[in-house]
Structures are given as structure tokens and as C-alpha cells.
T-cell receptor, first 112, second 116 residues
Framework: EDQVTQSPEALRLQEGESSSLNCSYT??????LFWYRQDPGKGPEFLFT???AGEEKEKERLKATLTKKESFLHITAPKPEDSATYLC?????????????FGGGTRVLVKP | NAGVMQNPRHLVRRRGQEARLRCSPM?????VYWYRQLPEEGLKFMVY????????ESGMPKERFSAEFPKEGPSILRIQQVVRGDSAAYFC??????????????FGPGTRLTVL
């Protein structure tokens, strides 16, 4: 069964304190791995898609990387507006249809 | 370019009533997905539809839940005879024609269903 585990569950950072979020996955084969940001009371906002091990993508203070077993979301010099829940999801090759399997998310709080 | 639209944003129903949730995908997107987010839990896939077809409903409860995506109009998620355990946020997502690799799904703001 496809599984996605995110750690830590929650992360408190001081403004400017860089850190990394982990997404470990177990799938029969990976078509794509996705990162989303979700603010309270809102829908997930698409951030990145990663397709193959070694791939990296960047957007402002965020950088996502991918290996064969896990993905990291690095937050460099975070600001309070980076506070959100970050969700990781996988699209397995053998998944029926196009369904995504999500992890439980990491709640990030950046204090000024 | 409008994003995925969902309505209503909040819905309150009493036990035994019906709930109808609507989703209009992004312009140019022909694939629609419904996910449910229970309190303190992650997003769980429910159903995947294309116009007039249900492609994958493996995540949908067998009873009381149904979904459609007609030729004209929004996709509808229907919950009959709601129970308190149906209280959750229901999110719709859409994607364009399936890409050769993974497909980015873009989410709407969600409908928060409360069952009294």
C-alpha cells in the first residue's frame, strides 16, 4: 500500500532560522511528488512537482529536493508569512486513476 | 483566470438531511477530483471524474455518497442522510488533460460541512 509520512508534525522557527521538512514515501513506482502549502481555512496551494531522484525546484525561500525514498522542503531564512501547513503528496505509477496520496502535513510557525 | 470555485463555502445540515456540494474546475481543465479532510486528519481521496464519467471512486463510501460531472455545469458531490461523522472540509481539485508525467492538481477553497 502506498504511504506518505511527513516529519516533524509541527515546527516552530524564529524568523531567519532555516530548516527542512521531510516527506518519506513508499510507492510501487513514482509518477510525481507534489508539495502544497495550506493556510488555515483555505485550500491547498500548489508549490512544486518533482519527477525523478536528484531533481530540485526553487521558489523564493523554498527549495524542494527528491531522492528515491524521500523529499525535503528546505525553508531558507523564513519570514512570518511562511507560516502554514506544508503538505506532500505522491502520484504512484500504478494508482488507479489520478488520485494523490497525501501525508499528514507539517505545521510551520515562524515567529518574528 | 479564475481558479477552482466551490460553493457553498460553509454548509450546515441537520442529521438526515442532504448536502450538495458544487465545484467548477479551472478553465480548460477536464478532470475533477474530490478530497475530504476530517478534523486533525490529512486529505483523503474520494473520487475522480471526467465529463459525464466516473473514473475512480475507490475512496468514496459505498452508501449515501455520490458524485457527478455533467456535460454542462459544475461537478456535484452529494451526501444523503448526513450523519455527524460527515462533518469535514470537502475540497475539489482540477487538472488539465493528463500529462505524460505527474499531473498537478489545483484545489478550490473547500466547503466546510457541519452536521448538527
Amino acid at each position: 500500500e502506498d504511504q506518505v509520512t511527513q516529519s516533524p508534525e509541527a515546527l516552530r522557527l524564529q524568523e531567519g532560522e532555516s530548516s527542512s521538512l521531510n516527506c518519506s514515501y513508499t510507492v510501487s513506482g513514482l509518477r510525481g511528488l507534489f508539495w502544497y502549502r495550506q493556510d488555515p481555512g483555505k485550500g491547498p496551494e500548489f508549490l512544486f512537482t518533482l519527477y525523478s531522484a536528484g531533481e530540485e525546484k526553487e521558489k523564493e525561500r523554498l527549495k524542494a529536493t527528491l531522492t528515491k525514498k524521500e523529499s525535503f522542503l528546505h525553508i531558507t531564512a523564513p519570514k512570518p508569512e511562511d507560516s502554514a501547513t506544508y503538505l506532500c503528496a505522491v502520484h504512484p505509477i500504478k494508482a488507479a486513476g489520478n488520485k494523490l496520496t497525501f501525508g499528514g502535513g507539517t505545521r510551520v510557525l515562524v515567529k518574528p | 483566470n479564475a481558479g477552482v470555485m466551490q460553493n457553498p463555502r460553509h454548509l450546515v445540515r441537520r442529521r438526515g438531511q442532504e448536502a450538495r456540494l458544487r465545484c467548477s474546475p479551472m478553465k480548460g481543465h477536464s478532470h475533477v477530483y474530490w478530497y475530504r479532510q476530517l478534523p486533525e486528519e490529512g486529505l483523503k481521496f474520494m473520487v475522480y471524474l471526467q465529463k459525464e464519467n466516473i473514473i475512480d471512486e475507490s475512496g468514496m463510501p459505498k452508501e449515501r455518497f455520490s458524485a457527478e460531472f455533467p456535460k454542462e455545469g459544475p461537478s456535484i458531490l452529494r451526501i444523503q442522510q448526513v450523519v455527524r461523522g460527515d462533518s469535514a472540509a470537502y475540497f475539489c481539485a482540477s487538472s488539465p488533460l493528463l500529462a505524460p508525467k505527474g499531473n498537478e492538481q489545483f484545489f478550490g477553497p473547500g466547503t466546510r460541512l457541519t452536521v448538527l
